[in-house]
């Protein structure tokens, strides 16, 4: 995992006035299955996404995402969504 997270990973924090109320956290993958092109053998996996109860509902969870995501298309890797 680690050595994934070195290769256009990602580590966004939101702060609230310096303090700490959430994060998100991402990896580019890289597969190697034969049946599909090079670019999409290369996605964006978010492993984590956090945001403290008290500020939940604000929409920064939104903002995480958006900017993880659009990190990940910058590196030129598919984005497919999934919930676990």
Known sequence: ??????DGGLVLVAEDGGKFVGFAAGW???EE??????DSNRFG???DICILSKYRGKRIANRLLETIVAHFVRR????SVSEC
């Open 1 to 6: 995992m680690l050595s994934s997270a070195e």
């Open 28 to 30: 580019i993958e890289h």
């Open 33 to 38: 299955n034969v049946a599909q092109t090079s």
């Open 45 to 47: 996996f978010i492993s």
């Open 76 to 79: 030129a890797s598919r984005v």
